[in-house]
């Protein structure tokens, strides 16, 4: 049999690389890698083998072999991949084909954009989404009258974009069997005018009330919806999200779970399902794991309270424009306090939604009580948003291991009519990046995408200027508060990971971490800090392939 004989010097270079060590598929050089790991903070080469990160330094030969592609990153910089640590995924891909209100100023408008949405729609059924803020429209809450006379026999249901608060139409409010007569939910509210007439909006509980009344999408909508929400997230840099649910929970579960065995699935996705339902999750988490592939399950999200926009989050005195209330208990807080105690017992993952004062103070106290009674262990629990904090509050995150899950970019919005609902004392633990971390406590960020942008550059902008939206805050609503640009990407890199039982697997850029990076056009750590939002992402690995590239 025929032989082809390679030169030899070929052999010595194919034997020189074998004593190396290991052989990259790629290697990204001529950049900065900003690797979030102490011991080599910084870089110009990583080189990937597979889904793993096999080297990481200034010699772009290291792990360089005769089929290793090479990638010039022209001074680019690489970060760990971000992770979203808060959304409701598939709920985003739906929005982005839906009504969008978020940046209408006027009654005028609001009506026009949804008459404008129903004579083009084209996707049969309820029409969802939305995102409006009465606040950029003059304060005052929209009504069913404003658009019964352009949405017809459709039924519509459109959320504020905090999602605690929406408007139904009268169709909406029919078909779910809702008048005048219809008493409020435990936890939520149908809201009435002076003459006893339902305006149309309804609150926190009462949302759901309605939402019985929608059928359920159909498998294919929700892949669909999978498809858009994921090309979203890539194109912003984002490798994983944890995913907060809203149809249900199991229904993107099951979503996930296909789209990974079937490999649609092109980034990464940890599954929260209701904390009321924790015994279903435990018999899944006893029979299968916890999760394979890009999607792992194992988490629970429950609520205490609802928002500050909606006046709905629980807080110790009452609101400065509505002192008849003090916010809402979402949940029965007996119940809660049991199904913490029994997923914990159960070693299951708890992430708790608290926006008040209040509401923040019972969940911690809860976590306490859950390690007293249940043996101290690395349990991870987490307050989901921890907005509203007193200083005690503060030190108790630390003190207790507890992470607080936040959302930078809420302060944009929030920050230009906060101080209508609460006052100053109040207003200086809103936020409180800068005091969480120097106590100690481990915090975590994302962006509870649809309530705010699916984009980790906006939320970085966002922490280290604390800008509001209406231009009055430039240098910082509450400054004290602002981070660096390296804490920030600390924040939406390992600290995401650590966050969700992740740390050793990703979050920084090290020798045999999982291959989940973001490249950026500009060193952010560089640049003006009023100038971060300008960045974008060139490209997008997810387990070692790019998913993304611009």
């Not at 592939?293 to 988490?299: F, I, N, S």
């Amino acid at each position: 049999m025929y032989r082809r004989q390679w030169p030899g010097w070929i052999y010595l270079v194919m034997g020189l690389i074998s004593c190396q060590g290991p052989v990259a598929d790629v290697v990204y050089h001529s950049g900065y890698i900003w690797t979030g790991d102490s011991s080599l903070p910084a870089a110009s080469v990583v080189a990937i083998q597979g889904d793993k990160i096999v080297y990481v330094g200034n010699d772009p030969s290291a792990a360089r072999g005769l089929q290793t592609l090479m990638v010039d990153l022209q001074g680019m910089m690489v970060i760990p991949g971000f992770i979203d640590n808060h959304t409701h995924f598939l709920l985003g891909g739906y929005s982005l084909q839906s009504v969008q209100l978020k940046s209408v100023r006027s009654r005028q408008a609001f009506i026009q954009t949804v008459a404008d949405f129903c004579r083009n729609r084209k996707m049969p059924g309820w029409i969802r989404g939305g995102d409006w803020d009465h606040e950029s429209m003059g304060g005052a809450l929209p009504a069913r009258d404003w658009i019964d006379s352009v949405t017809g026999d459709m039924p519509v249901l459109l959320t504020r974009y905090d999602g605690h608060m929406a408007l139904a139409n009268s169709r909406a409010l029919a078909l779910a069997g809702i008048d005048a007569q219809t008493p409020n939910p435990s936890g939520g509210i149908f809201v009435k005018d002076a003459q006893g007439r339902l305006t149309g909006i309804v609150k926190d509980e009462a949302m759901a009330v309605v939402e019985k009344a929608i059928p359920p999408y159909s498998q294919q909508a929700l892949d669909s919806f999978l498809e858009n929400a994921m090309s979203h997230a890539l194109e912003h840099g984002v490798t994983e999200v944890d995913d907060m649910s809203y149809f249900g929970g199991w229904r993107e579960w099951e979503t996930y779970r296909k789209a990974d065995r079937d490999g649609r699935l092109r980034l990464r996705v940890y599954s929260f399902m209701p904390l009321r339902e924790w015994p279903r999750l435990d018999s899944l988490v006893e029979k299968e794991g916890r999760g394979t592939g890009l999607h792992r399950w194992g988490g629970l999200k429950g609520f205490v309270d609802g928002s500050l926009g909606s006046t709905t989050a629980w807080f110790h005195a009452p609101y400065l424009d509505d002192t008849v209330t003090r916010g809402l208990q979402v949940t029965d807080t007996n119940d809660l306090r049991q199904w913490v105690l029994g997923a914990d017992k159960a070693g299951l993952h708890v992430a708790v939604h608290a926006i008040g004062d209040h509401a923040n103070d019972f969940i911690l106290d809860v976590y306490e009580e859950a390690d007293r009674r249940n043996g101290h262990r690395d349990r991870r629990f987490r307050v989901e948003h921890a907005q509203h904090l007193s200083a005690y509050a503060i030190k108790r995150f630390a003190a207790l291991g507890v992470i607080p899950s936040m959302q930078p970019f809420h302060l944009v919005d929030d920050g230009i009519w906060a101080g209508k609902r609460i006052d100053t004392p109040r207003l200086r633990g809103t936020y409180a990046f800068r005091s969480l971390l120097v106590s100690g406590a481990m915090v975590s960020f994302g962006s509870d995408w649809t309530v705010a942008p699916l984009d980790p550059i906006a939320g970085i902008d966002a922490a280290v200027n604390r800008r509001t939206a209406d231009g009055n805050n430039p240098s910082g609503w509450f400054p004290k508060e602002r981070l660096t640009v390296a804490e920030a990407l600390a924040c939406y890199t390992s600290h995401n990971a650590f966050a969700g039982f992740r740390d050793q697997a990703r979050g920084r850029i090290r020798i045999g971490m999982q291959a989940d990076l973001t490249v950026l056009d500009k060193n952010i750590l560089e640049m003006p800090t009023d100038s971060i939002r300008t960045a974008r992402v060139m490209r997008t690995l997810v387990a070692g392939k790019e998913q993304f590239v611009r």
